[in-house]
């Protein structure tokens, strides 16, 4: 069975640095998809970035970047330049077949001023 | 209204009541999922309707019936739940391969 583990229940980032949160999987599928989820304490869940398995480059939207290391079965999120509303817990997803996810448990992220 | 919406934001039940979820998705995708939510613990996914129909049911128990009348409106009937079940019950909806897009969720507290 697929699973997703996120290591890191917490994170603290001093605002303007960066910071990355890591994301492991296990899976014996050769195509799938990624993706990091963002809830803030509204609780509404946002998508921050998301990366084809078959695609070797790494994907960014603005501040944040992931690295993929598909053969490591590893997905860790990099936020650059950290900023307070980047406070909130953040959700690595693996997407299976046309509709099953499987989420991590989380991190929340912490951003001090 | 744009997204996903769902109604009510809190509910509070006793253990014998009857209520219902709503999710209303305003995105034109053809698929809807129920997920629940609990502290430390991952999403777990409940159910999943394709174009009506349901393609996943993850062992939820049978005190928990999800109806789908179109892909825009999904609900999920709540009968003799037990205090274990409170939790924040979130709903999304997708396009094919494309990623979910969550509604605010329900938190629900079962007493």
């Known amino acids: 069975a697929q699973t997703v583990t996120q290591s890191q229940p917490e994170m603290s980032v001093q605002e303007a640095e960066t910071v990355t949160l890591s994301c492991t999987y296990d899976?014996?599928?050769?195509?799938?998809?990624l993706f990091w989820y963002k809830q803030p304490p509204s609780r509404q869940m946002i998508l921050v970035i998301r990366q084809e398995a078959y695609k070797q480059q790494n994907a960014t939207e603005n501040r944040f970047s992931v690295n993929f290391q598909k053969a490591a079965k590893s997905f860790s999120l990099k936020i650059s330049d950290s900023q307070l509303g980047d406070a909130a817990m953040y959700f690595c997803?693996?997407?299976?077949?046309?509709?099953?996810?499987?989420f991590g448990t989380g991190t929340r992220l912490k951003v001090l001023a | 209204e744009t997204g996903v919406t769902q109604t009510p934001r809190h509910l509070v039940m006793g253990m014998t009541n009857k209520k219902s979820l709503k999710c209303e998705q305003h995105l034109g995708h053809n698929a809807m999922y129920w997920y629940k939510q609990s502290a430390k613990k991952p999403l777990e996914l409940m159910f999943v309707?394709?174009?009506?129909?349901?393609?996943e049911n993850n062992s939820v128990p049978s005190r928990f019936s999800p109806e789908c009348p179109n892909s825009s409106h999904l609900f999920l009937h709540l009968h003799t739940l037990q205090p274990e079940d409170s939790a924040l019950y979130l709903c999304a909806s997708s396009q094919a391969h494309n990623e979910q897009f969550f509604g605010p969720g329900t938190r629900l507290t079962v007493l």
């Open positions: 309707y394709n174009f009506k129909e349901q393609t």
């Open positions: 997803a693996y997407k299976t077949g046309t509709y099953k996810y499987i």
């Open positions: 899976t014996s599928e050769s195509d799938y998809y």
